[in-house]
């Protein structure tokens, strides 16, 4: 919406370049774990003087049975330096503070206006101009704990070698890619020729090209699209597959029709994905202090209540089920505030008594579900 088609093989490679440098950095963790230790070491031993470690620090340190006269200063710093290492190891000095080194990264303050198509030519040109100043760096007392992750992210970027990320990023791109096209549906239709719809041969012809197959340029460089998968889902309540340009027809072959939702669907949406609605309403309530909790027969009532309402109404999918659990829920998320602390099991006799007022009243569950 508002982009230029070919934004999406961009969004697409800049998705690979990520993927590809986070399986490169997990590789490369323990050479910068190494060099971050080294670095803490080098910032906690000159608190205990630059020159010559006291003999106080080495009593402390449990070195002064290890010393003697005839030793060196190398060999008393050496083992001092070990002996912290074994401390930090260890974790005994996660709270103790330590100036370490960082660099500043201070972006230009330019703001650069470009036509549609050209949505990277500010970044390039922000990172180009970043890339000549000079790098600045200061001084931050922080904790040990803290100085670990600032100097580790450092480490990762001088260790990451973009030269081999880039190129395995856009050989994943044109090889293994896949681009969904969602609600497709929406720019079928070749006979409208005023309002909205003036637009959606336009835009089935923008896409065209990249499906087809073509050479996108991108900053990381060219990238090809012959072999890129894409997929495109569509309702089609109004308009047909056939309503599409022939060419574009042409190049999704391969069709299916889709099944309705079943109980048994709902039921899964609600329960299996990590971000399911029934978890999400149960972490934004847990911010006021409330414990919610489904039973099992409430989650089936809920899924039955939804697959009807489709079979009856409009089959808007599993959005039904936002509606659904916003009515059960109403009256305990706005009197979560005052109910800190207690623990709520919503049941399926629950689901029924906040549904039943709107299942009874067909014409009022038109509006309200």
Do not use: W
């Not at 994905?273 to 989650?299: H, W």
């Amino acid at each position: 919406m508002g982009r230029d088609v070919e934004s999406i093989i961009r969004d697409l490679t800049e998705a690979a370049v990520a993927m590809v440098r986070q399986e490169y950095q997990e590789q490369l963790r323990e050479t910068a774990e190494q060099r971050v230790e080294e670095r803490l070491l080098d910032a906690l031993l000159p608190e205990t003087g630059a020159t010559r470690p006291s003999h106080a620090l080495i009593e402390l340190l449990g070195l002064g049975g290890e010393s003697n006269k005839e030793d060196s200063h190398e060999d008393r710093r050496e083992r001092l330096r070990e002996r912290f290492r074994e401390m930090l190891r260890n974790g005994e000095l996660e709270d103790r503070p330590v100036e370490i080194e960082v660099e500043v990264r201070s972006m230009p303050f330019i703001e650069i206006l470009s036509p549609a198509g050209h949505e990277e030519m500010d970044i390039n040109l922000r990172e180009l101009l970043g890339n000549m100043l000079p790098k600045q760096r200061r001084r931050r007392r922080v904790t040990v704990a803290e100085a670990r992750q600032i100097p580790l992210e450092e480490e990762m970027e001088r260790l990451t070698d973009m030269d081999r990320i880039v190129p395995e990023a856009i050989r994943r791109v044109e090889q293994s890619g896949i681009v969904f096209l969602d609600e497709i549906d929406k720019i079928a239709g070749r006979e409208s020729t005023v309002g909205p719809d003036v637009s959606r041969e336009g835009v089935q012809r923008d896409i065209l090209p990249i499906v087809e197959g073509c050479t996108v340029t991108t900053k990381y460089g060219p990238v090809r699209t012959d072999h890129i998968l894409f997929i495109a889902a569509g309702a089609f309540h109004v308009s047909k597959p056939s309503d599409l340009i022939p060419e574009l027809q042409g190049r999704f072959p391969i069709r299916v029709e889709l099944n309705n939702l079943t109980e048994e669907d709902f039921r899964r949406i609600l329960t299996d994905p990590k971000n399911s609605l029934i978890r999400q309403y149960a972490a934004l309530l847990a911010t006021e202090g409330v414990t919610l909790e489904f039973t099992e027969d409430a989650i089936t009532e809920m899924a039955k209540v939804a697959y009807e309402l489709n079979s009856r109404m409009e089959n808007i999918g599993a959005r039904r089920l936002h509606t659904i659990l916003e009515r059960v829920l109403e009256t305990i998320s706005f009197t979560a505030p005052e109910r800190q602390g207690e623990r709520i099991v919503v049941d399926r006799d629950y689901v029924r008594e906040q549904l039943r007022d709107i299942l009874e009243n067909v014409d009022l569950s038109r509006y309200i579900l």
